[in-house]
């Protein structure tokens, strides 16, 4: 089965770089991905990562290093539309989809 | 751009009554998935629909069923329902089951009594 870590809160100012970090244990997955929900709304895509390394997407990137179980979603000139929940994600071999807890994401003015 | 489509937004229903929500995906999109987010939760995966057929199923309560139409809609038959079963119900689509975009929708929030 698989067991994903996030932080549960993260907190920053406008402008600044932020990392949200996800470590997890699994027995096998494709890929981890990311999405992004604000309260009340729904999960929307942020990226995707298949194979080790970084996958950068505007001012969003995202890291994944199989032979360390962790991957981050790095967030940069944050701004107060970013306020929300981030979630990493894996679909694995067994074919479930697992959503990790939760980093709810507080920007600062 | 179209999106993918749930109905109702919300739905109130008393205990052991049955519900039926429904999902229309984004055209063109083949594959659906259901999934349930209780307050302050991860959404946790239900089941999933591939051309119809059923392809994965995750922590679905047996007292729930779903299937997939001709059209590709989905709907998300729940019988007997329990206070516990107030959540947002999700339902997402993406292009193919090797795609790991997925769509989510806005979302049908039950409320049951």
């Known amino acids: 089965g698989q067991s994903l870590e996030q932080p549960s809160e993260v907190t920053a100012v406008e402008g600044a770089i932020v990392q949200i970090n996800c470590t997890y244990q699994?027995?096998?997955?494709?890929?981890l991905s990311w999405y992004q929900q604000h309260d009340g709304g729904a999960p929307t895509f942020l990226s995707y990562?298949?194979?080790?390394g970084l996958e950068e997407t505007g001012r969003f990137s995202s890291f994944l290093s199989r032979s360390d179980s962790y991957g981050y979603l790095l967030l940069q000139e944050l701004q107060m539309k970013d306020s929300a929940s981030y979630f990493c994600?894996?679909?694995?071999?067994?074919?479930?989809?697992?959503f990790g807890p939760g980093t709810r994401l507080s920007v600062l003015p | 751009a179209a999106g993918v489509i749930q109905s109702p937004r919300h739905l109130i229903k008393e205990k052991r009554e049955t519900a039926t929500l429904k999902c229309y995906p984004i055209?063109?999109?083949?594959?659906v998935y259901w999934y349930q987010q209780g307050p302050g939760q991860d959404p946790q995966f239900l089941i999933s629909?591939?051309?119809?057929?059923?392809?994965d199923k995750g922590s679905i309560p047996d007292r729930f069923s779903a299937q997939q139409f001709s059209d590709y809609h989905s709907e998300l038959n729940m019988s007997s329902l329990e206070l516990g079963d107030s959540a947002l119900y999700f339902c997402?689509?993406?292009?193919?089951?090797?795609?790991?975009?997925?769509?989510f929708g806005p979302g049908t929030r039950l409320t049951v009594l």
């Open positions: 629909f591939y051309e119809k057929m059923q392809s």
């Open positions: 699994t027995s096998g997955f494709y890929g």
């Open positions: 994600a894996v679909k694995d071999y067994g074919q479930n989809f697992v």
């Open positions: 990562n298949a194979l080790d």
């Open positions: 055209p063109r999109h083949d594959t």
């Open positions: 997402a689509s993406s292009l193919t089951s090797m795609v790991d975009e997925q769509f």
